[in-house]
């Protein structure tokens, strides 16, 4: 199957600080990435979907500024929350969606867990 | 819109028991379903798919059948072990540009030796 990757996994940092994290599609190439958040004991919320090469498209209640998503390459796509807040401490997880076979299919990386004190 | 909806959980089973959880969908057109299984903190897994009626997806033991006259995907295995525990999600995806994936909101199953 196809691999995700995301570093790091886990981050603590300090209140005003950002945070970056990678998504990095092993074997395949993916135009499109698509970044979650996840709170404890509940489903994922899909934060953005970002296409190589254009802007993300967020959803509905995510602020842009405070989440800035890169999709500069294939393989590559980063999620920097900017000024963190204890707030923003949560898991963050990425998917990448495999074009062959259909297309139709997303793959997840391990998580991000990021704890703002 | 896209909706997704299982079984509440937590499930609690006995090894060696028979696991059904319950997913039905609302969607326009004619979407792709899926399982994913997300244990402990992790990112999730692709478990296993279909991506048009009566198709049946299945791994590692696990099976579901996509079933368009009642709108269902239910997952099932017959005889479920302790390294099972994990959080179930039922998804969907309607195509579009993107193939944005519509998640219910995870069944937690734990299962005792």
């Known amino acids: 199957g196809a691999v995700v990757s995301q570093h790091p996994s886990r981050v603590i940092c300090k209140s005003g600080t950002s945070v970056k994290i990678e998504c990095r599609s092993l074997d395949f190439q993916a135009t499109t990435m698509f970044w979650y958040r996840q709170f404890p004991k509940q489903s994922l919320m899909l934060m953005a979907t970002?296409?190589?090469?254009?802007?993300?498209?967020?959803e509905q209640g995510v602020e842009k500024d405070k989440f800035l998503i890169n999709h500069a390459s294939l393989t590559l796509s980063t999620l920097t929350v900017t000024s963190a807040h204890p707030e923003d401490s949560s898991f963050y997880i990425c998917?990448?969606?495999?074009?062959?076979?259909?297309?139709?299919?997303?793959?997840f990386g391990p998580g991000t867990r990021l704890l703002v004190l | 819109g896209d909706s997704v909806t299982q079984m509440e959980g937590p499930v609690t089973l006995s090894e060696e028991a028979f696991l059904t959880i319950n997913c039905t969908y609302t969607?326009?057109?004619?979407?792709?379903l899926f399982w994913y299984v997300q244990y402990p903190g992790e990112g999730l897994q692709l478990l296993l798919k279909a991506t048009k009626a009566d198709d049946k997806g299945s791994n590692k033991g696990f099976e579901a059948t996509y079933r368009k006259e009642t709108t269902s995907f239910h997952l099932e295995k017959g005889s479920v072990q302790v390294s099972d525990s994990a959080v179930y999600f039922c998804?969907?995806?309607?195509?579009?540009?993107?193939?944005?994936?519509?998640f219910g909101k995870g069944t937690l199953l734990t299962v005792n030796p």
């Open positions: 969607a326009t057109g004619y979407p792709s």
């Open positions: 998917s990448a969606r495999d074009l062959r076979g259909g297309g139709e299919t997303q793959y």
């Open positions: 998804a969907l995806s309607s195509g579009g540009s993107n193939y944005k994936l519509t």
């Open positions: 970002s296409n190589e090469g254009s802007k993300a498209t967020y």
